[in-house]
């Protein structure tokens, strides 16, 4: 359930909403940047040891590097996109548990495509790592179901609800391995710390004030009502005759019939 702060300065709650989502952003900004960079020196250098390749000892040391690396400017530009809007949602609404999961989407991407992966092909791309923010904010938005928790989850649904169904094989080249090791480490991560982030304060709206005000006034009017006559105290009552009463006619004339 929402709760209200009235100690809350509605200026002060904006300030620090907009510089958690700029700093998140920014966050988002730099990781991007990074991929970039790695993209560019990708041309002078073999990156393939850098990579996963799946069921070799050689190959786990991709499970660090590999979401770094893409094998084309439209690889990387599919995950920078969905790394500034995941990455920002998360970061701003859930910075702790964003924090604390994203090792866990991190590996969870490299080891899925090490254990699950086909021998002899190479894992690459930090799709692994946007699908666990995918899950990561579904999941808490299930767990948690304050307004900020299911706005988030319906605007990450919104632009990449097609994630859910992208964990599963569907088009050759694309390693849905991958995208179910980050998936399980996003569900792992809501799970655990789903109350490390506490509930952004609520903003009141007018209409809020006018309902209560008008429950007040019906709570008065219905106090002016008189009460119902079963629900009037009986003050005193007359102590029943054993004898009980005896009420005595006058006898009936026949002749004046």
């Known amino acids: ?9 509605p200026a002060t709650d904006a300030r620090e909403q907009r510089g958690r989502v700029i700093r998140a ?9 990074v991929m970039v960079a790695v993209l560019a020196s990708q041309a002078g250098f073999d990156w393939r040891p850098f990579a996963v390749r799946p069921h070799e000892w050689e190959g786990l040391w991709g499970v660090l590097t590999a979401p770094l690396l893409h094998g084309s400017l439209e690889h990387l530009g599919a995950n920078a996109f969905a790394i500034l809007i995941l990455g920002t949602l998360a970061g701003s609404v859930y910075p702790k548990a964003t924090k604390w999961g994203l090792p866990l989407m991190w590996l ?6 090490w254990w699950l992966g086909d021998v002899g092909t190479f894992h690459l791309g930090a799709s692994g790592v946007t699908h666990g923010l995918m899950f990561l904010l579904f999941v808490l938005g299930l767990i948690r179901r304050d307004r900020a928790a299911i706005a988030t989850s319906m605007i990450a649904f919104l ?8 964990i599963l094989p569907r088009e050759p080249g694309i390693s849905w391995q991958s995208h179910m090791g980050g998936a399980m480490g996003g569900v792992i991560a809501a799970i655990l710390f789903r109350h490390l982030d506490p509930l952004l304060p609520r903003k009141r709206y007018s209409w809020e004030d006018e309902e209560e005000e008008a429950a007040l006034a019906d709570d008065d009017v219905d106090g002016m009502e008189p009460p119902r006559p079963r629900e009037v105290p009986v003050l005193w009552q007359r102590e029943p ?8 006619f ?3 004339d026949p002749s004046q019939d």
């Open 1 to 9: 359930m929402d709760t209200l702060n009235p100690l809350h300065d």
């Open 25 to 33: 952003f920014n966050i988002s900004l730099g990781a991007v940047l």
């Open 108 to 113: 969870g991407s490299g080891l899925g495509a």
């Open 159 to 166: 632009f990449y609800g097609g994630m859910l169904l992208a």
């Open 241 to 248: 005759d054993p004898n009980g009463v005896v009420i005595r």
């Open 250 to 252: 006058r006898r009936r």
